[in-house]
């Protein structure tokens, strides 16, 4: 069975300019988390998706924003890009939402210039 | 919201000797403990997660403890080899809370010298 994929891998983009990133997950999966990474504050949970809809999200600012489609791909977006923003995305795809087990991609890693 | 503590944040052993990482949560109501390991520039990867209706869990080389009372839970690497060096993460979620939400500790890089 083919694992979470992430595209793209890396993203070079400016301050303001806006980013989305796409997340498809394991065949089956229904639900998917989207994790930021950093150095300075680790993994921190962004938001969660589940059969199209947000079930929960996390401290991040408007600007972070994501949807979920009928077959589960998922994408986030981030406008009005900060130099803080820089960071590696993770998605996380597990089978529900209360199904703990969750299996992450690659991530995608966004420089902000 | 639940807040998790890791401890150490680096740790350094020798090929063969024991590694232990512990985590602390503050949520109660959290009832279940993943760890994952995550080599540098790959994904975190799952190793072994424990749920509350289990004290101890063990597989191979790896065994993750869990004390409900006291809110902390660890992982616990024997015969260390080189390969195991990485940086672990604990995490901790409220499956009844209807979200898959992890929250995680703050990383432990473990180094395994030959």
């Known amino acids: 069975k083919a694992g979470v994929t992430q595209t793209p891998r890396y993203l070079i983009k400016t301050r303001g300019q806006q980013v989305t990133l796409s997340c498809s997950p394991i065949?089956?999966?229904?639900?998917v988390s989207w994790y930021q990474q950093t150095p300075g504050q680790g993994l921190q949970f962004l938001f969660e998706y589940f059969s199209e809809t947000q079930r929960n999200k996390g401290n991040f600012p408007g600007r972070f924003s994501g949807r979920q489609f009928s077959n589960s791909r998922s994408e986030m977006n981030v406008s009005t890009l900060e130099l803080g923003d820089s960071a590696l995305y993770l998605c996380?795809?597990?089978?529900?939402?209360?199904?703990?087990?969750?299996?992450f991609g690659p991530g995608t890693r966004l420089t902000v210039l | 919201g639940e807040n998790v503590e890791q401890h150490p944040s680096t740790l350094s052993v020798q090929e063969g000797d024991s590694a232990v990482i512990k985590c602390t949560y503050s949520d109660s109501a959290s009832n279940y403990f993943p760890w994952y390991k995550q080599e540098l520039g790959k994904r975190p990867q799952l190793i072994i997660d424990i749920r509350s209706n289990v004290g101890e869990k063990k597989d191979q080389r790896i065994a993750v403890t869990l004390n409900k009372t006291a809110k902390h839970f660890s992982l616990h690497i024997t015969e260390t080899q080189p390969e195991d060096s990485a940086v672990y993460f604990c995490?901790?979620?409220?499956?009844?809370?209807?979200?898959?939400?992890?929250?995680f500790g703050k990383g432990t890089m473990l180094l395994v010298s030959p």
């Open positions: 995490a901790a979620s409220n499956p009844s809370s209807g979200y898959s939400t992890l929250t």
């Open positions: 065949s089956g999966h229904r639900s």
């Open positions: 996380a795809s597990s089978r529900t939402s209360s199904y703990n087990e969750q299996f």
